[in-house]
């Protein structure tokens, strides 16, 4: 059976960082683009970044740029988010999925959801 599980979220306050992490099975992770979503309180699910399989590309959300990374480890077969400056704004269930990643003729970078479904995620809640 082929699973993605994200975990390493928590409470933290505002200014705080967190490494979030999606551990596979049943899948390479490196042969696939892999993206980091979440769903805030009442919303919708938002992609926030992503790493891309041919050559390692990263993408980030505008709210999210310059405080996060991804980034990944094939012989651990897991990806990372490190998210740092963490914002209220920030809080919500966070997932990683298989995903397309690019970006927009204008730039905007887009993160959307490939194979799979949303699993149980981890929890981030950033106090102020």
């Known amino acids: 059976e082929v699973q993605l599980q994200a975990s390493g979220g928590g409470l933290v306050q505002a200014g705080g960082s967190l490494r979030l992490s999606c551990a596979a099975s049943g899948l390479t992770l490196s042969d696939y683009d892999i993206g980091w979503f979440r769903q805030a309180p009442g919303k919708g699910y938002e992609g926030v970044s992503c790493?891309?399989?041919?050559?390692?590309?990263?993408y980030f959300v505008d709210s999210v740029k310059g405080r996060f990374t991804i980034s990944s480890d094939n012989a651990k077969n897991t990806v990372y988010l490190q998210m740092n400056s963490l914002k209220p704004e920030d809080t919500g269930v966070y997932y990683c999925?298989?995903?397309?990643?690019?970006?927009?003729?204008?730039?905007?970078?887009?993160?959307?959801?490939?194979?799979?479904?949303w699993g149980w995620g981890t929890q981030v809640t950033v106090s102020s």
């Open positions: 999925r298989r995903a397309d990643c690019g970006s927009t003729t204008d730039g905007a970078v887009v993160v959307i959801p490939t194979w799979g479904s």
């Open positions: 790493i891309g399989a041919v050559d390692g590309s990263t």
